[in-house]
């Protein structure tokens, strides 16, 4: 059996990228994240990688873009101001089809909000984070091996489709300690890159990154290439759990630390006899839509359990086409709730409180 090392789920993302083959990394002290940087600052150097603390996040996001333009895998990490101060990065990156993988280990919002978790940035990872049309894929762990799972996953998506895979964490998730097992993780190696910007040595064409097109109807044709291969990443890699499903008449939907306080009010309201279940999706983007969409002919009420003022639970309706009855169960500004309030909303469905 595989020895398991105890670690934060900061620490594991950063060791995973590592193992993933991320040799550079760029970015910029904040709250609940830190532990990503400083565990990069200490490590890289002794592998041959770089790690650069920036003179900002916008310098550490385009840091980003230069070096995966090189074909390298990389990454940086941050906390919601942070992100948003990235997002011009992020839609240029996306405008370059430029694989990159980055991390928001959210914080409570808006403005400088406080340091506690939240997941009050799903709005902005989900649809895109900054100007244009385009999408990044999402990942949400709800344990410190998936922190580690996960980031492998994003750096191998990332270069699968050529676009920003991005680790959505609510701050618990960053700073708890759980046992992890590095050996598991499965790494295959990055794939060619002939677009890269690697030096011709007059053997082939020059290759240009850019995101610019001047002529309307060239940038119109990429934004629709771009998008038939968003249509292969949600076929494909959607990824969610399902607890309980199987004969549940109530659905709790909720990710990362909200799903892991949901699945003791769950275990609790199957006690008195409720027949609840939950969908945990694991990637916000794609959305598992279809599960939604199928539980609806069977569940009569779903809950969204969330971190925020209600921003999954629009997903929620729009995949069940509004055919259900919806409560949202939520606490804000770095408040987690309890299993006991799940549990509450569980009961007031059950007897038609949401009807």
């Not at 959505?168 to 097992?181: K, N, R, S």
């Not at 590095?182 to 890269?196: D, I, M, R, T």
Request: hydrophobic fraction near 40%.
């Amino acid at each position: 059996m595989a020895d398991k090392v105890l670690m934060k789920g900061n620490e594991a993302i950063a060791e995973a990228a590592i193992i993933a083959g991320c040799r550079h990394y760029f970015g910029y002290p904040i709250t609940p994240q830190t532990e990503v940087a400083a565990y990069m600052a200490k490590k890289m150097p002794k592998i041959g990688g770089t790690f650069l603390q920036a003179e900002s996040e916008i310098a550490a996001i385009n840091m980003v873009y230069g070096v995966s333009s090189a074909g390298k895998r990389v990454m940086t990490s941050s906390s919601s101001p942070g992100i948003s101060l990235k997002s011009e990065g992020l839609s240029y990156l996306a405008g370059a089809d430029l694989p990159a993988f980055v991390v928001n280990v959210q914080r409570g919002g808006p403005g400088l909000g406080g340091i506690q978790p939240s997941q009050s940035d799903y709005f902005q990872a989900t649809r895109g984070g900054g100007h244009g049309d385009y999408h990044m894929i999402v990942y949400a762990p709800a344990s410190v091996q998936e922190m580690a799972s996960l980031t492998v996953k994003a750096f191998e998506t990332a270069d699968k489709y050529r676009m920003t895979s991005m680790i959505l964490a609510d701050g618990t998730m960053g700073q708890m300690m759980e046992p992890v097992d590095l050996e598991s993780l499965k790494v295959n190696p990055a794939p060619e890159k002939p677009w890269a910007t690697t030096g011709t040595e007059m053997k082939r064409e020059h290759n240009i990154i850019n995101s610019l097109y001047l002529k309307p109807e060239q940038l119109e044709k990429v934004n629709f290439e771009r998008y038939e291969r968003y249509k292969t990443v949600e076929a494909n890699e959607v990824m969610f759990e399902e607890y309980l499903m199987d004969d549940a008449e109530i659905c709790v939907a909720a990710f990362g630390i909200a799903a892991r306080v949901s699945k003791n009010a769950i275990n609790a309201a199957r006690a008195k006899g409720i027949k609840v279940g939950m969908i945990r999706p694991i990637t916000l983007w794609p959305f598992p839509k279809d599960v939604f969409k199928k539980y609806a002919q069977q569940a009569h009420t779903f809950i969204s359990v969330e971190l925020s003022m209600g921003q999954m639970i629009e997903d929620v309706k729009l995949a069940t086409e509004c055919k259900a009855e919806y409560l949202l169960c939520n606490r804000v500004g770095g408040m987690i709730p309890l299993p006991e309030q799940v549990l509450e909303d569980i009961e007031k469905a059950a007897k038609g409180g949401a009807r």
